[in-house]
């Protein structure tokens, strides 16, 4: 039955919220971006990203049932991080 | 019956046996190891978690143990008022799980740290520190790479005014802890995260008396042997004699 069901692509990006401070990004966007060169770069921040491959009838669904397990599972602590879902298409 | 306290081990737990050791032939308590897939746990009178890379630290320090059977049994034993004790990677999964507020972050430095640093008590009427003097200087190591300890400003207020930091560093910020954090209780005092490593400490053959090399006291000291034997002090059950 598996067969049947399409899989989507669906990323979770965990980024810290802008009151924490960020000395990856920050070191990255110094010491690597603007002495590289591009001093047009204003900031860089650092974050993760998940990529799940989801069995779903559609991509709405599959997008709600990772949101869904974000929340219940704690995937980022709401503390400090924001985290963005979307579905990239299918796979 | 004698006291008992049961000590959570995890895969990637390293700090466990130096706590079941300090506590069985330090300070003359039983401790038990138990194993995370435990679902029913009894008998215990106390709970520590105890430091290292719970499953390897992956997706976060912290966040998959939270999650395991055992902490289920910790948060019920948290609600009946019994004492747990998470000692740094114990402190994440304290965090984590949602007994203590906040998030451990990346030290600001980037780097692994791991060395004596001192603190100070800011709260001694938590069952861990309740043998500590108010405003006590110790030292004790630290060895952690996420310790920095960081709240929005709704619960740092909180914290501050419910008597909640209970230890902070006092000069030098090994790890960017917001107002030099570390170590936090929950409302109650029941619950403690700490990020040093009190087991490291409880010993004079793990101290090094290091005056001669700088002029702060750390790592001359096992004053920090008083977190156990706080917590055994205020244990319901008595220690065996």
């Known amino acids: 039955m598996e067969k049947d069901v399409p899989k989507f692509i669906v990323q979770v990006i965990i980024e810290n919220k802008p009151y924490i401070n960020d000395p990856e990004g920050e070191t990255i966007h110094r010491d690597l971006v603007v002495k590289g060169g591009y001093s047009n770069v204003q900031s860089v921040r650092s974050a993760k990203m998940l990529k799940m491959v989801v069995n779903s009838k559609t991509e709405h669904d599959a997008e709600a049932s990772v949101k869904k397990l974000c929340q219940e599972l704690r995937i980022f602590n709401p503390v400090v991080s924001n985290c963005t879902v979307k579905s990239t298409g299918k796979s | ?241």
């Open chain 2, 1 to 241: 019956m004698a006291a008992r306290i049961g000590i959570a081990v995890f895969p990637g737990s390293n700090c466990d046996r130096d706590v079941h050791y300090i506590l069985n032939n330090t300070i003359g308590v039983e401790a038990d190891f138990i194993w995370h897939t435990k679902h029913r746990i009894s008998g215990y009178d106390a709970m520590i978690i105890p430091g290292g890379f719970a499953f390897g630290d992956r997706l976060r320090p912290g966040i998959i143990a939270a999650h395991s059977p055992i902490m289920q049994e910790v948060k019920r034993m948290a609600k009946d008022g019994l004492p747990v004790l998470g000692i740094c990677n114990g402190f994440q999964i304290l965090v984590e799980c949602g007994l203590l507020p906040g998030a451990l972050m990346m030290n600001d430095s980037l780097r692994f740290v791991c060395r004596w640093t001192n603190v100070q008590v800011t709260n001694n009427k938590t069952p861990f520190t309740s043998q500590f003097a108010l405003r006590q200087k110790f030292g004790i190591p630290i060895a952690h790479g996420d310790g920095r300890y960081v709240a929005d400003s709704k619960i740092l207020k909180e914290l501050k005014k419910k008597n909640q930091i209970v230890l902070r560093y006092t000069s030098d910020n090994p790890n960017g802890s917001t107002d030099l954090i570390a170590a936090i209780c929950n409302e109650d005092g029941n619950v403690m995260g700490m990020m040093p490593h009190p087991e490291r400490a409880s010993e004079r053959i793990l101290t090094v008396d290091r005056s001669s090399r700088n002029n702060n006291n750390s790592g001359s000291s096992t004053d920090a042997i008083t977190i156990f034997s706080s917590l055994v002090s205020n244990l319901k059950q008595k220690a065996m004699p």
